[in-house]
């Protein structure tokens, strides 16, 4: 992943700088002195220093790839875990034979990638090409490559004009999980007592009842469709996938109703808990 990126990133500065007949070498080494005293041509190089997580964009939470019918069973859900967030710091350096020449090709770096604050799908190699979200940069900003003299100091290196620019990828390790789909579930709250376990006081207990399903137009789902519990306050709304969901419904038997946007409620009696709770219009 991170070495496409770093092609990535190259066919990037190759095109729009451009360069051409290789008159510019672009390398992704760690600019210690042996290394630059080996340079025989102007070269931009991006050395990633830093790798860390994403913590502003981290979601902690399951996302819906398909749902599918059971045979003869309950629907199944795919669901797999949303992908962590990596920041990929580089530093960037140009090397010349003069200062003249290196602050021009920094300057030409600098006005290339502060065109891009996602990287075109045009120039994406890989896995690149996978990512789940648009890739995002940030060039030169103030709160990252705050010491430079150290950095080069424990690459045994002399100080020179650097920038910073980041990238955040998604690296996704996990796997999808199919399963049945959960219709229903109870919940009990409550002053918890050790007696011998942690255990609920069942003078203080309260326990709620939550539904859901699916509301369904010849094997069609239906969306912003009404669904209500008949005579009682408890009232829902179906996304665009047709599900509604129904909570803090007490026990026993009900009439669920859904509104048609055309035509007459349609009713069905459930019991809580329990299950078969689609509606089909």
Not at 94 to 104: G, I, L, M, Q, T
Not at 115 to 136: A, N, S
């Amino acid at each position: 992943m991170i070495a496409d990126l770093d092609q990535t990133i190259e066919k990037l500065i190759t095109a729009e700088l451009p360069i051409k007949n290789g008159e510019i070498d672009i390398a992704f080494d760690q600019p210690k002195r042996e290394w630059s005293a080996r340079l025989s041509r102007p070269t931009l190089n991006f050395f990633l220093f830093d790798i860390r997580e994403n913590n502003v964009l981290r979601q902690h939470q399951w996302e819906k790839m398909a749902q599918m019918q059971g045979n003869g069973g309950p629907p199944h859900i795919q669901q797999k875990r949303t992908p962590f967030r990596i920041d990929c710091h580089y530093i960037i350096t140009s090397w010349a034979a003069n200062p003249k020449d290196e602050h021009r090709l920094l300057s030409r770096c600098l006005l290339t990638l502060f065109r891009y604050p996602l990287l075109p799908d045009t120039f994406k190699v890989g896995d690149m090409k996978e990512q789940p979200f648009k890739v995002q940069t940030k060039l030169v900003t103030h709160d990252h490559l705050t010491n430079p003299a150290e950095l080069w100091g424990a690459m045994d290196n002399e100080i020179r004009p650097s920038m910073s620019y980041l990238v955040t990828l998604a690296a996704d390790p996990w796997t999808e999980v199919t399963g049945p789909a959960v219709t229903s579930y109870t919940m009990t709250t409550g002053i918890v007592e050790n007696l011998p376990g942690p255990r609920i006081n069942v003078e203080t207990a309260v326990t709620t009842h939550h539904i859901a399903g699916t509301i369904t137009t010849k094997d069609t789902p239906q969306a912003n469709i009404t669904v209500a519990i008949k005579n009682s306050g408890f009232v829902s709304t179906t996304n665009n996938d047709g599900q509604y969901i129904l909570g803090s419904l007490p026990e026993g038997k009900h009439t669920l109703v859904a509104w048609p946007a055309e035509g007459k409620p349609v009713e069905k009696t459930i019991t809580i808990p329990g299950t078969g709770y689609d509606i089909e219009l």
